[in-house]
């Protein structure tokens, strides 16, 4: 203790050139810079916390401020921990095993259905098959974090030279948002096109978790299907009725509904949880953990199940590296979520992450081009004049398929490029990105809407870093997916 408190003290001495490093009783080394820390200590016990500190923010090593999932009092959000067969066994929220994003094993959580009574549950009881039906959604818990920005300037498309690498994603897990640091961090414009006083290398809030002033927020862990649906035609349906949403594994994906049915559906499915459709800012942040190291750190498999059941994962003999890629029902092509092929589909790896974020069907953002509508069923008196602002992405009137420059830092799509037009196997030219090759359209005026993913048969276009504009209508390929806030600050409108 002794040589760590000389050290320390010798590392003031030499704090007027700006950086100290020393060696802790853990014996890892870090880097301690000044401007990194408040200062405001009194003594050098005082002085070691705050390096402690220092140390848990300077690395990846931060679970300790993972912000603790949100649990409303009301008791609709039920606690979960699965086993790797899919069982749900309710936990207490303060249960030491219910998450370890270190070990990413992410926080779960369900809904059961209105009629069903919460009481029927306890701490402790592990659903049967019987019970399963009693669960009407599952819901997977995405801490606050900052993340290392590395391509803030987007450089457009690239049509000769090599595309970059990806890379695994810095991800820091802490619950205060960044500030204006010059070299060290920056405070988010989430705006389409500007980059505020952000530059590469500094931390940055991710944006989706300042919009609504939260946390983290709960991501529905599937699609979202059709309740009555007992085949994939019966699940494409345009209606905006609430009732009929159901986030399950094995279920058929609701399709064939535009925008503003989806968004108004999420939107009063549990206004107590402020609930809403997803914006392309919230699918960044579910990508950008998938590829940290506290997710799978790849592309997750694409579900290429050609009946839009969700939860399902490609077998390895189904060739995705072109397009169309292989895709079927049944044994041959797809397995299920609760199965070690399943996991691959999955952002963890495992079973606790999140599932259809390649392919299955599209799923529509709530994220559009400013002032252009397209077939959503919205406009101008029915959308921005209705609805708070934090429930939708706006990006730059001006936007067309290869302004990549108007992205929202953090959501996903230009900090992905640099950008490539090149032929796939059905000769078919598109915008591919600089990380797995995924489709990559900007939205437009004739197509103003995002959606992400990808569907069932989409091969190499599909995936997490993918995005393709669009009208905005009803398209058999395309569905939704819900999002909690956890703060019930809206009320219903």
Known sequence: MKKVILAFILGLSLSAIGVVAISLCNAKD??????????????????????????????????????????????????????????????????????????????????????VDPQKYPVGYQFGEDDEDDIESYFVWIPK????????????????????????IDVVFDTTNTIEENGVSCVTPMESGNIGECSNGEYM???????????????????????????????????????????????YSWR??????????????????DSHLMKNTEWGAVAYLSHSI???????????????????????????GTYPGISGDGSKYNTEWNTENGFLASTTGNITGVYDMSGGAWE????????????SGFNNATLEKKYDADYYDLYNSSSAITT???????????????????????????????????????????????RRSGSYIAGVLAGQFCFLDCTGGVDIYSGSRLVLAGVNKHPTT
């Open 30 to 115: 870090i880097e301690y810079k000044p401007s990194d820390t408040t200062w405001d200590i009194d003594t050098v016990e005082d002085a070691l916390n705050d390096l402690y500190k220092v140390k848990g923010s300077n690395t990846n090593d931060s679970c300790n401020n993972v912000a603790k999932p949100k649990i409303d009092t009301e008791g609709k959000l039920i606690p979960i921990i699965l086993s790797d067969d899919g069982k749900t066994t309710v936990v207490s929220k303060n249960d030491a095993n219910w998450y370890n994003y270190c070990e990413k094993k992410w926080a779960n959580a369900i809904i059961l259905k209105d009629n």
């Open 145 to 168: 974090y900052k993340y290392k920005l590395w391509n803030v300037n987007v450089n457009g498309i690239n049509s000769t030279g090599a595309l970059k690498q990806r890379h695994t």
């Open 205 to 251: 809030t991710h944006p989706a978790f300042i919009s609504f002033g939260v946390d983290g927020f709960w991501v529905g862990k599937f699609e979202t299907g059709h309740k009555n649906a007992a085949n994939a035609a019966q699940a494409q349906v345009s209606s905006n009725d609430s009732s009929l949403i159901v986030v399950k594994p094995n279920v």
């Open 256 to 273: 064939y509904n535009t925008v503003g049915n989806m968004f108004e559906a999420a939107y009063n499915y549990e206004r107590d949880l």
């Open 294 to 320: 506290y997710g799978i750190n790849n592309e997750v498999n694409i579900n290429n199940n050609s009946s839009f059941k969700t939860g399902y994962s490609a077998i390895p003999d189904n060739y995705q």
């Open 364 to 375: 529509y953002m709530a994220s559009y081009r400013s002032g252009t509508y397209g077939s």
């Open 404 to 450: 990549n420059q108007y992205m929202i830092l953090g959501d996903a799509t230009g900090e992905i490029g640099p950008f490539k037009l090149f032929k796939d196997s059905d000769n078919g030219e598109r915008y591919h990105n600089s990380w797995y090759g995924d489709d990559s359209y900007f939205v437009e005026l004739a197509n103003p809407w995002f």
